[in-house]
């Protein structure tokens, strides 16, 4: 069993931690013998899955654009190297590529440097094998290595630099020739005005690398220079100000299509030509119909907090079925292939957040990719006189939508929580208007009547920490108050629940 020092580290699929002091007096826990430990711990890992010793073991390195990277890519490459790995220096790459590295250098393993969006001081490590991302089990596996002070014996590896994120972005730009197949072949973007905003992460590459030389223009691209201090935005297309920022810069730039990219590329977001962020529910949509072009009736797999009004989409208006899931990204791709093991056509797995991954493409969440695919649907469409917002009109968004989080403050967070939701699947039953969906992989959704909000709230655990997030959306004004105020009733007889959010939106 983990104990806290090592367990802190944990954070679902990937390891995530403090590398470097400066914010709120926090204390750096991904030490270089940390980070030494975590290394043998994975080369064991990895010794056993690939069914070889350690020291024929190769592993491809990489990291994003932030201050500790360099730190931590010594520390790692550097253990490994000590334990007779061979390792591929990749030096600034996205994290899909270093998935992609694993089979196209023909390595048994590789690390990603990145802790995605969060604040610069922080960092952490993401592991692959040529079979894809690893899971919960296989990082607590790699974390009681580390722990147990479990290693390989001494060694001597050889480190070698390896340029793979050309090859990624020789392969991107043959997507989109052969997907937009123009009469300029070469060149099938001429005349398109793209926007990049890399929010000084490692996403630069896609406006120098792959846009550039198909021909579009990418004038108005702001934040390409990696800075792993970000000081424009945090790069997260999820965020607000991020957002914002990059609908400001496509109406500057009168442009015909905006891209945003978190830190790592693994997650991305679309503006269109009016400003208009493509995000969430519409991000989801738009991926379904690309998705689904080739593959009629197909399932979409989604977290569970997208609006009702996709489901009608995805149903009615494309034809295929929408399997709403847990949240969280390795939830969702792990339930998508586990459909199509069992026969299921299911070419698409996304998380409201951005993290999108496609059949096609392994199942790898590759923001990159998602953002390839829009833009050869985008040049298709503008051929024919038609934009994403044709496209996307069909697509009824709530009124109103809210996400409230509430602190437990017991010390058996879990227990509380699952009891609050076990007691409000009962009180559901004696409310009027009110009816739980029939397939709840979490927590709890109720849909209320018109007469009642005309909506639903989905209520449930996080998975790692002591809050209980509720979501709540309404197609009427005013509808989300209504909502809380009934379900207000019996949150608050709820003991052990921090109820503030809840009382300000009241």
């Keep these: 069993m983990l104990n806290s020092y090592w367990k802190q ?29 975590l290394a043998g711990g994975f080369a064991l890992w990895l010794s056993a899955r690939a069914g ?35 390792v591929l220096d990749c030096g600034l790459a996205s994290t899909p590529s270093m998935f992609h590295v694993t089979r196209g250098l023909s390595c048994d393993g590789s690390v990603q440097i990145t802790a995605s969006h969060h604040p610069w001081n922080r960092n952490g490590l993401k592991f692959f094998t040529p079979d894809g991302g690893l899971d ?30 050309s090859r990624y972005c020789a392969d991107l730009c043959d997507m989109i020739r052969k997907g937009v197949n123009a009469p300029d072949y070469d060149r099938p973007l001429s005349g398109f005005h793209i926007v990049v905003d ?47 920022s990059v609908c400001g810069a496509v109406i500057r730039a009168k442009a015909d299509l905006g891209v945003i990219f978190d830190t790592d590329v693994d997650r991305g977001g679309a503006v269109d030509a009016a400003g208009e962020e493509i995000n969430r529910n519409r991000l989801v949509a738009l991926a379904s119909h690309i998705a689904l072009e080739n593959c009629p009736g197909g399932t979409v797999v989604t977290d569970s907090v997208t609006s009702s009004g996709l489901t009608e989409y995805i149903e009615k208006t494309l ?31 996304i998380e409201t ?21 829009i833009i050869i649907l985008s040049a298709r469409l503008r051929a024919q006189g038609k934009t994403i917002g044709d496209l ?38 004696g409310q009027p208007g009110w009816t739980e969906a029939p397939n709840n992989y979490e927590g709890i959704r109720v849909s209320l009547d018109s007469e009642h909000g005309d909506g639903w709230f989905l209520l449930r655990l996080s998975v790692h920490d002591p809050i209980m997030p509720l979501n709540v959306e309404s197609d009427q004004k005013g509808g989300v108050k209504r909502i809380l105020e009934q379900l207000s009733v019996y949150l608050n007889g709820c003991d052990g629940l921090d109820l503030s959010s809840l009382n300000k939106s009241l």
């Design 9 to 37: 580290l944990k954070s679902g699929t990937d390891i995530r931690g403090v590398a470097s002091e400066g914010v709120d007096g926090e204390a750096v826990n991904l030490t270089d013998e940390t980070l030494g430990k």
């Design 52 to 86: 070889k010793p350690v020291k024929e073991l190769r592993v491809a390195v990489g990291h994003d654009s932030r201050v500790s990277a360099e730190r931590i890519f010594s520390a790692v490459s550097g253990a490994l190297t000590d334990f007779g790995v061979n």
């Design 136 to 165: 919960g089990p296989d990082i607590e596996q790699i974390l009681l290595h580390a722990q147990n002070g479990d290693k390989p014996a001494p060694g001597k590896g050889a480190l070698e630099s390896a340029d793979y994120m």
């Design 198 to 244: 890399a929010g000084n992460g490692a996403g630069g590459f896609y406006a120098r690398d792959v846009l550039e030389p198909l021909g579009a223009d990418v004038s108005g691209s702001q934040f390409l220079e990696p800075d792993g201090m970000f000081p424009n935005h945090i790069p997260n297309p999820e965020n607000e100000t991020a957002m914002r």
């Design 319 to 349: 034809g295929g079925k929408h399997h709403r899931f847990k949240r969280g990204y390795r939830n969702v791709i792990n339930e998508a292939v586990r459909l199509n093991a069992e026969g299921v056509d299911c070419p698409l797995a």
């Design 353 to 373: 957040s951005g993290h999108a991954a496609m059949r096609e493409n392994y199942f790898l969440d590759d923001g990159a990719y998602l953002v390839t695919k």
């Design 392 to 429: 996307l009109e069909p697509l009824r968004e709530p009124a109103e939508a809210l996400e409230l989080r509430f602190p437990i403050r017991k010390e058996n967070f879990r227990e509380c929580g699952e009891a609050v939701i076990s007691g409000l699947r009962k009180y559901t039953l």
